[in-house]
């Protein structure tokens, strides 16, 4: 515990985070983004606020250069603010993200900043990661071949890092062991439900009282997430469901929620929306989020580079031709192709087909187009 504090860099790194001084650029992404994570632990172990303010700050200076996918670090640097370097990755490198390590890296400082503030943006950015990057690596292959980068270029590929046993080797094992420590947070008297995918949690009350939480959906291709909730005993206490900034948006269709067929409104305070009821065995209780189309860009700078996304998930053009010029029209109005994950795009020189990260083997495809 003595020792720990000297491996800190405050100096150069910690010290100018804390006061919100962006030294991000050309630091090694994977590495410095590690390093919040310790800066999480000297908050969690010794009450450091200097660190804690590093760890959100640093946070939010990442997500500033965040590609729309979630992913980080092209050619595994961070780069300055403003620089125009972000854009021009998509032309000058296939080294867009180091997949593995980084979400590695990502779930663990997201894991760590959700835990301490429950605050359901660092929920929000845990799963696009977790769906538009690792989830859709090849596979680690027995003679070591791996796959390492996520390609954002205009002409992407999905390919295995020529050498064997690289980095991401080791973490890909890792990153896929902690899926299940993503997925729900509790404290003593409060369950928080942060992805939502199948699975079940069960869990023991402070009053001794056991729960089941099972939650069944196929998002994030549709929006309905079902829930059914045991208890040992009639019990009241807080449900918390996060919400996604997307889903939340009060000019738009927004989220629903029902318990037992009744909808309710519920209050949602820091990106989760809360349930207080009187649980009981059998609770049905039903989310329903909008997946609406929206557009990002690659960066202020160039907001004309857009990449699209449905709900948590980018969509991602097949093209062989590099570069794609679509209208804001077109992109917005895709069509999903009956029974297949997968979407098209009607244009006079023939149709476009968009998948998910996760569903793209060996086609070429493009991350971002340019707006007509």
């Not at 305070?269 to 209780?285: E, L, P, V």
Request: net charge neutral; hydrophobic share 35%; charged share 15%.
């Amino acid at each position: 515990r003595k020792m720990a504090p000297r491996y800190l860099l405050d100096e150069n790194w910690f010290a100018p985070l804390s006061e919100n001084q962006n030294v991000l650029a050309d630091h090694h992404a994977y590495s410095f983004c590690n390093s919040l994570s310790s800066a999480m632990q000297a908050w969690l172990s010794a009450g450091s606020r200097k660190h804690l303010h590093a760890a959100t700050n640093a946070f939010d200076m990442l997500q500033a250069q965040s590609f729309a996918t979630g992913g980080w670090g092209p050619d595994e640097s961070f780069v300055a603010p403003g620089s125009g370097k972000l854009h021009a990755s998509l032309t000058k490198t296939h080294s867009g993200f180091e997949t593995p390590c980084g979400s590695y890296a990502h779930f663990k400082i997201t894991r760590s900043l959700l835990r301490v503030t429950q605050d359901g943006r660092y929920g929000d950015s845990m799963e696009r990661v977790l769906y538009n990057t690792v989830l859709g690596a090849k596979p680690l292959l027995a003679d070591g071949h791996t796959f390492y980068y996520s390609d954002y270029n205009f002409n992407g590929k999905k390919v295995y890092f020529p050498d064997r046993w690289p980095c991401c080797s080791g973490t890909m094992p890792q990153v896929a062991a902690d899926y299940r420590i993503l997925t729900y947070f509790h404290n003593d008297r409060e369950l928080f439900v942060n992805l939502y995918l199948p699975s079940t949690v069960r869990w023991i009350h402070a009053d001794g009282t056991h729960l089941t939480l099972t939650q069944e959906s196929n998002y994030p291709f549709e929006g309905k997430i079902n829930f059914t909730l045991n208890a040992s005993r009639p019990i009241n206490f807080p449900l918390h469901l996060r919400i996604p900034e997307w889903a939340n948006d009060r000019s738009q269709q927004s989220f629903t929620l029902r318990v037992n067929g009744v909808r309710i409104i519920p209050e949602v305070h820091n990106g989760f929306a809360t349930i207080t009821h009187d649980w009981k065995r059998s609770d049905k209780i039903e989310l329903t989020l909008p997946l609406n189309l929206r557009l990002q860009s690659i960066d202020p700078e160039h907001p004309n580079t857009v990449a699209l996304l449905r709900g948590p998930l980018v969509l991602f053009p097949l093209t062989s031709d590099g570069q794609l010029t679509l209208t804001r029209e077109q992109l917005l109005n895709i069509q999903q192709i009956p029974n297949q994950s997968a979407w098209k795009i009607s244009t006079p020189q023939g149709p476009v087909t968009l998948f998910p990260f996760t569903s793209i083997e060996d086609q070429s495809y493009t991350t971002y187009v340019n707006l007509a």
